[in-house]
């Protein structure tokens, strides 16, 4: 868990100007048909980050309600009004994934080698520890690299 709390400590510092400039008037702007939108993004590593955070014996930060927004599966919304503020998003981004960071490599080793409770990826990821590591790492990643693309289809509505 060390190396992945390394990866999400760095992956916070690099993205962080990814994130600066962002407002409200950004959470449903879809700037490219099929894009995801920044607000969707930002609340579905929420929500998955958090979920990381259980599994690593950490207190969740985000509300129970953005699970339903944001959970793998679901569909961004168009209209800004559904989402959280722009703000909150990011004030809860930043929290759970610096939280991840210091204190994910203090999980206990019976903690992370229960068996991952997300069925759909025990598969790929056996153990809670595989999924924790795999969110904190590939899956931030990802997500971070749509919202580069993000931002490079939306250059315009960031001025």
Known sequence: ??????????????????????????????????????????????????????????PPVAPKEWRAMFSPGTAPSLDAKTYPPMKELLAAFRSIYGGLAANGPNASAELLAAPNPYETARGAFPTAGDFAAYLLTGHMSYHLGQLSGWRAAARDSLK
Not at 1 to 8: D, I, K
Not at 17 to 44: F, I
């Open 1 to 58: 868990m060390q190396a992945a709390a390394r990866q999400c400590g760095f992956h916070l510092k690099v993205y962080d100007r990814l994130l600066a400039d962002l407002g409200d008037q950004h959470l449903a702007l879809e700037p490219a048909p099929g894009l995801k939108t920044a607000g969707w993004l930002l609340g579905h590593m929420i929500v998955t980050g958090d979920f990381a955070g259980r599994l690593c014996g950490l």
